[in-house]
């Protein structure tokens, strides 16, 4: 259950790429990333069901959680930008189910109720209702997707085909009114992606990949209107009814640029070859955003008014940077995070960067989630902490990018 949130798939991208190129090294984070497999051959189409037989997923069931007690006081017309939602546990060895809290811009924790146990968080809703969830592993092929209304404590679930571990799941934007699911395939690489109403029901599948029917991650703009997939050969820009539309970074070569997160709603951001790219879904030529090759590899980038900052990782650890666009980049100390753990940015509030730290080794088991100004060098913890302040398993910046 200790992992950061694979809602963050480039993180898990990245680290994936890492590990195929032999970067990953020395003592693991206590919050282990899941690692992609590689993008190899695929089955061709969506699986007809949870067992490659008729429909895709399983009926709809519904479960009680949470107490209305629970959440009461909580104003939920406030709720939006600048909100993060977390799940806490006591400790990061603890068993059973997590606690949800809802963190306010300001840092007042609203305690909701038990989270979904075994299942890890995965995204929030545009419309701050309802909250993702996936339970995997419990099944050779099969993987539980939950839907938890934040406001009822309801929740329901059904299951999808995978041949692994291996799902990443999202709710489409901007609303968050189906799910997008990306599952294994059983001769490695990605099945096709699919999207599903929030009680189950297969909506579309996507085409496959151009060169060998897969795909490694997939990123949706704010408004919903496009898909952008990362493949073995770059990356793909498909509408939002499934329709190709034009192929990005070809010329960089097989396997150079690995899909980040988004830039603006027009460009999205990738690693090419150890320097930062900010390509426009027109096809445009792409903004390059670093002139040095960095120390590690890049998960992802974000501008505030002090500069642009990104997320590098190597050996197992991720850390906090500001980009120098004539040099080389100048590696942050956040206040209280550990050397050798994972400081993960989870997006942009005004001049902050929500961050989520965890200790890398056993003498460091904890994670938190901290308001850090990077311009000041000022971080405020808001949930979690060293001194007994549980343990963050996952935490989600409103509709950050």
């Known amino acids: 259950m200790v992992t950061f949130s694979i809602g963050r798939r480039a993180a898990a991208a990245l680290l994936s790429m890492l590990a195929l190129a032999g970067v990953v090294c020395g003592c693991a984070a206590t919050a282990p990333v899941s690692v992609r497999p590689a993008t190899v051959s695929a089955e061709k189409g969506c699986p007809r069901s949870v067992t490659s037989g008729t429909a895709a997923a399983s009926t709809a069931s519904t479960t009680v959680f949470w107490p209305a007690a629970d959440r009461a006081g909580v104003p939920w017309r406030s709720v939006g930008r600048g909100w993060i939602l977390a799940d806490l546990a006591r400790s990061g060895s ?23 146990g075994s299942a890890l968080l995965q995204d929030w809703s545009g419309d701050g209702t309802h909250a993702l969830f996936l339970r995997q592993g419990l099944e050779p092929t099969r993987a539980s997707v939950i839907v938890l209304d934040l406001q009822t404590g309801q929740a329901s ?46 909506e579309l599948c996507y085409p496959a990949g151009a060169a060998d029917g897969s795909y490694g991650s997939y990123q949706e703009n704010a408004d919903g209107t496009a898909i952008v997939f990362g493949t073995q050969d770059g990356m793909e820009v498909v509408s939002s009814a499934g329709q190709p539309v034009r192929a990005l970074a070809t010329q960089y070569g ?40 960095d120390r590690g590899g890049f998960v992802a980038a974000w501008h505030l008014p002090s500069g642009t900052y990104a997320e590098a990782a190597a050996c197992g650890s991720t850390w906090l940077e500001r980009l120098n666009p004539d040099g080389p980049a100048t590696r942050l100390t956040i206040p209280g995070a550990p050397n050798g753990g994972r400081v993960q940015p989870l997006g942009v509030y005004g001049d902050q960067l929500a961050l989520q730290v965890a200790g890398g080794c056993a003498r460091y088991p904890y994670s938190f989630v901290e308001w850090y100004n990077p311009a000041a060098n000022v971080a405020t913890t808001v949930l979690g902490g060293p001194a007994g302040g549980g343990y963050v398993t996952g935490a989600i910046l409103f509709q950050a990018s």
């Open 254 to 293: 097989p396997g150079s640029c690995q899909m980040l997160n988004w830039w603006n709603n027009d460009r999205v951001l990738a690693d090419c070859s150890g320097q930062l790219l900010a390509f426009p879904l027109s096809g445009g030529p792409p903004e390059q955003l670093t002139t040095s090759r």
């Open 157 to 202: 679930s059904f299951t999808v085909y995978s041949a692994t571990s291996y799902v990443i799941a999202s709710f489409s934007r901007p609303a968050g009114t189906a799910i997008l699911v990306l599952a294994a395939a059983t001769r490695g690489g990605s099945l096709p992606l699919q999207r599903f109403s929030l009680t189950g029901t297969r």
């Open 94 to 116: 603890a068993s059973g189910p997590g606690t949800l809290y809802l963190v306010s811009p300001g840092g007042q924790r609203y305690r909701l109720g038990p989270a979904p």
